[in-house]
């Protein structure tokens, strides 16, 4: 893995309102402390801290109960840590239960996998610091929570409650994104459409967020119903464009590929549907828009008149809902259902089949060896190399090993700016607006690179450290505990049940194949949501592979899979307007279908598919992506493992 891949920055903007927050959580009480000769009021800036992490954005009342889950949590560890600190070698085994038990949390979802997370930091860190007596471990408990009471406060009290402004962010986020992949198919250039079609995996996920915020919004609220469903009808004409511009993709990459021109009216036309589509997503957004109507004139062309006039409806649909969300005109809302998914139960995850469970007990056991290794090495400070350890260790072992990496870098890089920092630091204001200004930068750069986020909290928590114990010499105690910790965590990855990509890829891609066949079998909006999530799942997991060690010729055959089942989407949904093909395809549709699931079976037992029946002439659009994919399926065969029989 190459060193400028670590720092290399994602595609996100900086949250600065995210670093605000947790500027104002975690210095605000240093000040106060330090004002008033409390340096206890720490603890509270530790809460306030990872309290800001534990906001996991969307509707008011998913946020409001994480935080305040996360509030009782971490209170919880903060007592039980403290207790152990005091028997330092029956602690190793309570926090093997405790690290254990948080990470199963994940099975709840997302934000209960950040309230454990977080809360196992916050056990960590009270192993690391043992109290005197009964009446200082409540004090520290006390204001921990208030800690996390106060950043709470920030991010859910101090902001406005507008119950359907996530639903309207989430669904803006989609239309923004369709506007921008109508201007890349009206750009066109070099290598376009596999941009595109990465372009549209990231669209998925968009309208995968807004219908998941969509849902948890509707089943808190009975009343209010019309915006719901307007609301509602923006996320599914955002859905039914992006299988339109699918289908337009594909046909335009069909004809490059037959070498026909591109009618010199489409560019404008993309041109004009982009700037719609971001209309839309301003006035959905609740910013000022004036809606703008599509140009209707669709080039007189048999093969992109279907899709573009597809298009232009369900974006006039999007204009009419977005309209009348601000009261302007009536639309139809729409119909669609959408329920909220139904939650797992930890007992399901408790099998030691379970990926959940193994995760947990790695976790468990990963955080016990660290803790053992500081205990051993008689360390100052050794939750340091507790907490690098269980934040660096993922479920994935290519995962583990970037974030170990980036950890490092980032811990180094930090350590180097803090070493020039600490002289040029004097008095208790220029400390305070300091490391107000890293926690800001820090938090604001979380979501655009790891390496670059460690880099910039690392001083700040070397300061904050020096500036309370008066030991100048932490720096070179922070690099060893990370490199301690990040060793620790590499370890329990490889070691422990590793979960190689390399073992998940032939199922998925299975999966992408049998889901594009039942598209196949019956064209409709549901069948494409279903297996562009299939997609989604494989470009994840071979965005995970590629950390892993692998063969270049592995990776070809892998895109190949890839943007040749997108393209052989995009050609079922062109090729089936109304949702039926034309009689002459009809027959050709069966055999194809036949043939992706005798190649999904072969993937599946990680076999060489057997040969491809006489395909029919005249579909040469469906075939020659499935003839691709049989290739690459051959290729991947034997670097992919002996076949399960």
């Not at 930091?121 to 690391?128: R, S, V, W, Y």
């Not at 290519?398 to 004097?426: D, E, F, Y």
């Not at 070397?462 to 720096?475: C, K, M, P, Q, T």
């Not at 659009?621 to 003839?627: F, G, I, K, Q, T």
């Amino acid at each position: 893995m190459r060193l400028k891949n670590l720092f290399e920055m994602g595609s996100a903007r900086p949250d600065y309102i995210a670093g605000l927050r947790a500027a104002t959580a975690t210095v605000v009480p240093l000040a106060i402390g330090e004002a008033t000769g409390r340096p206890q009021l720490i603890w509270v800036a530790l809460g306030g801290w990872l309290g800001t992490f534990a906001d996991p954005g969307g509707p008011y009342p998913l946020r409001a109960t994480t935080m305040l889950s996360y509030v009782a949590a971490s209170a919880a560890s903060i007592l039980a840590g403290t207790v152990a600190a005091a028997h330092p070698w029956l602690g190793i085994a309570i926090l093997f239960v405790w690290a254990a038990g948080c990470a199963l949390l994940r099975v709840y979802g997302e934000a209960a996998g950040g309230v454990g997370s977080l809360s196992l930091i916050a056990f960590c860190i009270a192993l690391g610091t043992p109290v005197p007596d009964l009446r200082a471990l409540e004090l520290r408990a006390l204001l921990f929570a208030a800690g996390g009471l106060w950043a709470a406060g920030l991010a859910l009290a101090l902001w406005p409650v507008h119950p359907y402004r996530p639903v309207r962010r989430a669904v803006a986020a989609c239309h923004r994104a369709l506007a921008d992949h109508a201007r890349r198919l009206a750009k066109g250039g070099p290598g376009w459409f596999d941009a595109a079609s990465k372009e549209r995996g990231a669209i998925r996920a968009l309208l995968e967020n807004a219908r998941a915020v969509i849902a948890l919004v509707r089943a808190e609220r009975s009343g209010d119903s019309r915006r719901a469903e307007l609301l509602t009808a923006l996320y599914e004409s955002a859905e039914l464009s992006l299988g339109d511009l699918s289908a337009l993709a594909e046909t335009l990459q069909s004809r490059e590929d037959r070498g026909a021109p591109k009618p010199e009216t489409l560019q404008p036309l993309l041109e004009n549907v982009a700037r719609a589509f971001d209309s839309v997503a301003q006035a959905t957004g609740e910013e000022p828009s004036s809606l703008e109507q599509p140009e209707t004139r669709v080039p007189e062309d048999a093969e992109l008149a279907p899709p573009l006039e597809s298009l232009l409806g369900h974006l006039r649909l999007a204009i009419g809902a977005a309209a009348a969300l601000h009261g302007i005109g009536e639309a139809a809302p729409s119909q669609l259902r959408i329920e909220s998914p139904a939650r797992r139960s930890i007992l399901t995850a408790l099998s030691f089949r379970s990926l959940d469970l193994r995760h947990a007990v790695r976790v468990g056991l990963t955080a016990a060896a660290a803790a053992l290794l500081g205990l051993l090495l008689h360390r100052a400070r050794r939750y340091w190399i507790i907490v690098t350890a269980v934040l660096v260790l993922q479920p994935h072992s290519g995962a583990t090993l970037r974030k170990g990496l980036q950890r490092i870098a980032g811990t180094m890089a930090g350590a180097i700016a803090a070493s020039l920092l600490a002289p040029l630091v004097h008095g208790h204001l220029q400390t305070a607006a300091l490391l107000f200004v890293l926690a800001l930068a820090g938090a604001a750069a979380r979501r655009l690179n790891y390496a670059v986020y460690v880099a910039l909290i690392t001083p700040l928590f070397v300061l904050l450290a020096e500036s309370s114990s008066g030991d100048w010499h932490l720096i070179g105690l922070r690099v060893t505990s990370t490199l301690f910790g990040g060793i620790v965590a590499l370890a329990g990855s490889y070691a422990l049940w590793p979960h190689r990509e390399r073992e998940r890829l032939p199922a998925l891609l299975a999966a992408v194949l049998r889901r594009t066949k039942k598209l196949l079998e019956a064209p409709s909006a549901e069948a494409r949501r279903e297996v562009g999530l299939a997609l989604t799942n494989a470009d994840a997991a071979f965005e995970r592979f590629l950390d892993e060690t692998h063969a270049d010729a592995e990776v070809e055959a892998l895109m190949a899979v890839r943007s040749q089942s997108r393209r052989l989407v995009g050609a079922i949904v062109a090729l089936s307007p109304q949702g039926r093909y034309p009689p002459e395809l009809s027959a050709a549709a069966q055999q194809i279908g036949q043939a992706l699931e005798q190649m999904a079976e072969a993937a599946e037992r990680r076999r060489i598919p057997p040969p491809l029946p006489p395909l029919p002439a005249g579909a040469e659009r469906l075939v020659r992506p499935v003839e691709v994919i049989h290739s690459a399926l051959a290729r991947l065969a034997e670097p992919f493992g002996p076949p399960i029989l």
